[in-house]
């Protein structure tokens, strides 16, 4: 399928053509059509699936392609942390560069100068609002927030909100917006408590499940908890212990990776690291070293996990908690290929239990918790983390700068 395929005004096509998207994701694919439709909808997708993108360019379309055009507020998209509202926006602000359609994104906590342009966008016309729940209720608060034009109302990770407390929010939100106009919704996860939002904010809607991607059956999951410090002599006592041929261990960034290569090869290991730095030729020179056995640990970043095809990896290492559910399931996923048995092993430090969990409820299970060999010392416990599982502390900070 290809983007012209919507008919999506062309201005909008031109920005997907400078972002740089040559073909629809599976959530654009299935929710653009509905939301063209002008339906209501609820859409099960993770972030990484390209959600934001699937929501912003038929609203986008809807309102460049309206009959009335004016200064009023068309859409108004929340979502629970100032994070995701700034990449909403950046996301918007891409799609949008060739409509002249103009947005703000409110996400709290700045100075009395931003709070003056939010209320000047607010009263005097962003048609499209990314805000936090908490920052967009001062504003209402204040009486001068005008939504009477509104056709357009997006919720943007709503099981989040939920786990964030933003329930009475949301609820005062809704009573400031026109009964008539186009509600969605996204969410991670569909628990009970969403769909009971759910039907009381949508009409007649359709739905979208994404299924979630798990690890295959045959991948045995571990994890340990471990200070930073525990992580190498960790490793060293793993692979001590087994005859593991080939062993891939996962680094969030290129640095991290080319710095565990260093400390690795001090110890004696023959081990090789593969990312972003190297030219297209010596990543396929470390592969094939790697496949024919000549080098037994490679070191990675995530660029490789989706492209590897080698079997008999006997042993993955997340050294860091990945990103997301859809990193961790790619990344477990380079063992236990082609009907064998494999084993994962996930390092979560302190700051990463909450990030863990979360994987946990997407994947649908819990990975066995496995104690710290002998001579290693305590690794952290549960108790010392410092976010409590599944919920994250919401810290306003700043705030953001109109556009147009
Ligand atoms: P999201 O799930 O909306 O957080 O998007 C995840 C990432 O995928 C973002 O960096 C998007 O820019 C990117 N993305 C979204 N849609 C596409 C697409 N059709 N092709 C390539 N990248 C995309």
Same mark, same amino acid.
């Given at each position: 399928m290809h983007f012209e395929d919507f008919k999506l005004n062309q201005s909008v096509n031109e920005g997907i053509a400078a972002i740089g998207y040559t073909a629809p994701s599976p959530i654009q694919e299935l929710a653009i059509p509905i939301i063209l439709e002008g339906k209501d909808l609820i859409a099960c997708a993770q972030t990484g699936t390209g959600k934001t993108a699937a929501y912003l360019l038929p609203v986008i379309h809807q309102i460049i392609t309206a009959a009335e055009r004016n200064d009023k507020v068309k859409a108004l998209i929340i979502a629970p942390t100032r994070e995701l509202a700034i990449q909403i926006d950046q996301q918007m602000e891409g799609f949008s560069y060739f409509t002249g359609i103009s947005s703000i994104a409110i996400y709290g906590g700045g100075t009395g100068m931003d709070y003056e342009a939010e209320k000047k966008a607010l009263t005097s016309g962003a048609e499209i609002i990314v805000a936090t729940p908490g920052r967009l209720i001062s504003h209402l608060n204040m009486g001068y927030v005008d939504f009477s !034009?509104?056709?357009h109302f997006?919720?943007?990770?709503?099981? =989040?909100m939920l786990d964030? !407390?933003?329930?009475?929010?949301?609820?005062?939100?809704?009573?400031?917006?026109?009964?008539? =106009?186009?509600?969605?919704?996204?969410s991670a996860t569909m628990p009970a408590e969403i769909r009971r939002l759910a039907s009381g904010i949508l009409i007649n809607h359709e739905e979208i499940n994404l299924a979630v991607s798990k690890p295959a059956e045959n991948v045995l999951q571990g994890a340990y908890f471990v200070y930073d410090h525990q992580k190498i002599p960790l490793i060293e006592s793993l692979i001590a212990k087994r005859d593991l041929p080939l062993i891939l261990i996962f680094s969030a960034t290129k640095n991290h990776v080319k710095e565990l290569e260093k400390a690795l090869k001090q110890r004696a290991f023959n081990v090789k690291a593969i990312h972003s730095d190297l030219e297209q030729e010596q990543r396929k020179e470390v592969l094939n070293q790697f496949k024919n056995r000549e080098i037994q640990i490679l070191v990675a970043t995530d660029i490789v996990s989706r492209g590897i095809d080698i079997d008999d990896i006997s042993l993955v290492i997340n050294f860091n908690v990945p990103g997301d559910a859809e990193d961790y399931v790619h990344r477990v996923g380079r063992t236990a290929r082609a009907e064998k048995s494999g084993l994962a092993i996930t390092f979560i430090n302190e700051n990463e239990y909450g990030k863990f969990t979360r994987i946990e409820q997407l994947i649908q299970s819990t990975v066995i918790k496995l104690k710290l060999p002998e001579g290693l010392g305590e690794g952290p416990k549960p108790e010392d983390f410092k976010r409590s599982p599944g919920k994250r502390k919401f810290i306003p900070r700043r705030n953001s700068k109109p556009r147009k």
């Open positions: !034009g509104l056709k997006i919720m943007d990770e709503a099981d =989040r964030m !407390g933003f329930l009475p929010d949301i609820q005062k939100i809704l009573s400031h917006l026109p009964k008539t =106009r186009q509600s969605l919704m996204f």
